[in-house]
């Protein structure tokens, strides 16, 4: 299975600023995905982060909120711009392994206030 | 400890008995369904998954068995463990729509000594 790692694991942030997430994997995966889990609930898929190309958001979500970058197979970003409260959550990346399961990172808990 | 669980259903049970979580998924289009651990303050963990073209698959101590008829999907703990004690969701997986989960309300298992 694919070792996932994030950056950071928990962060405070005042409403108006923007938190960068960073996503590092093991070993090189075709691909990538950014989801989001708001307190008490279960995981909603935010976008598929596609290397060397723009990320493709579902819908509800747009790239100014949450620009995506993967420069590479084994890292991608995740930034929550302009954050306010309502952007406090879980936010979590996967990566579908040589056998087709998908593995999630740990996690980055985001309080904005 | 981390606010993951705490508006889901919850099923408490003794430890060493069984445990039967439920799910219901609604497309019918969907091939490939999943089951995941999440205990607090972690990432989801892969327990185990199920193709379409069957409808019983058993682990180490887990089975799942899926009905397609009625769209409905159940996780099988055998002889629950005080470590089970975690939220559980499924998720069905559209390989025709890149891999992606939509994961399904989840459940929180509590085991009592």
């Known amino acids: 299975s694919a070792v996932i790692s994030q950056k950071p694991s928990r962060d405070i942030c005042q409403r108006g600023t923007s938190l960068t997430i960073q996503c590092q994997v093991d070993s090189q995966v075709t691909m990538m995905f950014w989801y989001r889990q708001q307190p008490g609930q279960s995981l909603t898929l935010i976008a598929t982060?596609?290397?060397?190309?723009?990320?493709?958001?579902e819908s509800g979500f747009v790239i100014d909120k949450f620009p995506i970058s993967r420069p590479n197979l084994t890292f991608s970003t995740l930034t929550v711009s302009n954050m306010s409260p309502e952007d406090s959550s879980i936010y979590l990346c996967s990566v579908v392994g040589a056998s087709n399961e998908q593995f999630f990172g740990p996690g980055t808990r985001l309080t904005v206030l | 400890g981390e606010s993951v669980g705490l508006h889901l259903p919850t099923l408490s049970v003794q430890e060493g008995d069984n445990s039967i979580i439920n799910c219901a998924y609604s497309?019918?289009?969907?091939?490939?369904f999943i089951w995941y651990k999440q205990e607090s303050g972690k990432g989801p963990q892969f327990i185990i998954d199920?193709?379409?073209?069957?409808d019983k698959r058993q682990g180490q101590r887990v089975t799942v068995l899926l009905n397609k008829t009625v769209k409905h999907l159940s996780l099988q703990i055998a002889a629950t463990q005080p470590g089970d004690s975690a939220v559980y969701f499924c998720?069905?997986?559209?390989?025709?729509?890149?891999?992606?989960?939509?994961f399904g309300g989840g459940t929180r298992v509590l085991v009592k000594p």
């Open positions: 497309n019918s289009a969907s091939d490939y």
């Open positions: 199920i193709r379409s073209n069957m």
């Open positions: 982060a596609n290397q060397g190309s723009e990320a493709t958001y």
């Open positions: 998720a069905e997986n559209g390989q025709a729509a890149g891999n992606k989960l939509t």
